[in-house]
C-alpha cells in the first residue's frame, strides 16, 4: 500500500510538471508567422528540391530531414515546423524528472529538477524555434536516464544506436554523449563485457569526426563556422576570461526563472549597468561550482556527466577553440544541452546549504514560492521574454492590398534580418538564395541585391521593411509617403514612390 501512494505521489508530480511544460510552451509559439531565422529555415526547407536543400539548408542533416518530411507530407504553416521543438520541451522534464528518480535522486529532488527544466526561460525559448535546440536538451536528459540502465549488451548497444541517431540530429549532441561513455566505463576492468563502453565511445568518436567532415564538405555554399558547434573569435586571453564568467552567468539566468526575473525589474540594482549586476549571477555559479565536488562524491557517475561538459567547454575557451559568453551568436545551442547538467548543480547546491543551516522545512514552501514565481513571470513579464514580434505575414498582406491601387510595378526592398521572412511570405514561386540570410524573390529584394537604375525605371513604389529603422531612398529619386499600419512588432514599413 505505502508502495502504491509513493507511485501515486511521483504521477502526480509528473503531472504538474506536464501541466506547467505545456502551458507555458504553447504560450510562446508564433501564433501568425515565424521569426527571421526560422522564416530562413522554413523558407529553405519550401523553396528548394532535395539536392539544393542539403546545399543551403545550414542545419544538421538529420533535423533538416525531419523538417523536410514534415513539409512534404503536410505542407506547410507555423505551427507545424515548431511541433518538434515544442514536443521536445514538454518531455525533457519528464524524462529528467524519471531520469533522477532512477539514479536515487529523492522525490523532492526530482520534483524541482523537472519543475526548473519545465520553467528555465532558455529551454522554453527555444522550444518554439524551428532549430534542434530544444532536441539536444532532450538528448541531454536521455543520457541521464541511461546512466541508471543495467550494462547488458543489448542495452549498450541500443544507447550506441541512439547515440549515432544523436549526431546525425545535432553535432553538438557530441560532449553530452562522450560525458555519458566517460562516466560508465570502467577504467581498471579488462574484462570485454565491462570494457565493452569505452569500445562503442570510441565508435560514436570515429562517426562524429567522419560525418561531421562528410557533412562540413557537402556544404559548399556555407562557411563551416555557421554549423561548427561553437563560434570561433581571435579573443585576446582577458576577454576570454571574461566570456568565461559571462557564459556561467548566462547560464544562471538561462536556468533558473527568478534569477532571470530580476533582469527586467526597474531597480537599478539589478540593471546589467549596476556593479552589483555580474556578483549577483557569478555568486549562484560559484556556489554551485563548489558543491560541484560534493556532488561528484555523492554520485560519481552523475558528478562525471554533470560536470564535464562544463570542463570541456571551459578548457576550450581558455585555448581560443571554443566562445562561451552573453550575447555570442551560438549561446543558445550551448546552453540549451548544458542546461539539465547545471540545474543539477544549482538543486544540489540549495539542498547542500538548506541542510548545513537545517532549513529542510522550507523546502516544500520554496517549491510553492518558485510556482508562484512562475506565474507572475508569464502573466507579467512574458513580452520581455519571447523572441521579438515580427508579423511578416501581416506586413505582406498590407504591402500587396495597397499595392493594388498602383498601376505600375512595385517592389519590397528588405534587409539581411527581414529577408527570409519577407521570402516566405510574399507568395513567390522563385528565390534566390545568397550568403547568410541574403534571399530575394520577385517581389522582395534584399539591400544586397544591386538594383541598376534600368531596373528601377520600370518601379513605381517601393516599400522597405526594415528592424527597428527606417532607409533613405531619396538618393533614387522617391519621394517618403504616409503608410499608417497597425503593431507588426519591431518591423518597421515605409512607402516610396517615385
Known sequence: MKKLYKYQLEIIDLFWIVLVSIFIRLNSLAPNSLWQDDSYVALVIKATNIEEFKLVAGHHPGYSLLLLNLYNFFGFSEFLFQIPSIIFGIATPVIGTLALRRNNFGRRFSFIFGLVLASAPTLVL??????????????????????????????????FVFSLISLFVSYYSIFVIASYYLSVTNFRSYKFNENLNIYLGFGVLA????????????LPLISSIMIHPHVFYDWPFRDILKGVSSGFNSMTMATVIPIYLLKWTSYNLFSETSPLYPILYSSVSIIALMNSRKLF????????????????????????????????????????SLIPCYAILIIFSVRQISSKLKLNRLLLPSIYIFLFTISIFYIKFNPYFIYPHQDYRYAIELIQKDAKTHSKDWLIKTTDGTSPGAALYDGSLNVEFGPGLIFSTDKSKSELVYLSDAVYKDIEVVYTMYINKDYDLSSLNYTKKNFEYPFLGNLFISKWVK
Open 126 to 159: 527555444v522550444s518554439s524555434r524551428v532549430k534542434p535546440y530544444s532536441m539536444e536538451a532532450f538528448i541531454t536528459v536521455m543520457y541521464l536516464y541511461f546512466l541508471s540502465t543495467d550494462r547488458k549488451i543489448k542495452n549498450n548497444l541500443f544507447i
Open 207 to 218: 562517426f562524429f569526426l567522419l560525418s561531421y567532415q562528410f557533412y562540413l564538405s557537402s
Open 297 to 336: 562524491q555523492s554520485n560519481k557517475k552523475i558528478g562525471i556527466f554533470v560536470i564535464l561538459p562544463f570542463v570541456v567547454t571551459v578548457s576550450g575557451a581558455l585555448l581560443g577553440w571554443l566562445v562561451w559568453g552573453t550575447g555570442v551568436p551560438e549561446q543558445y545551442r550551448m546552453l540549451s
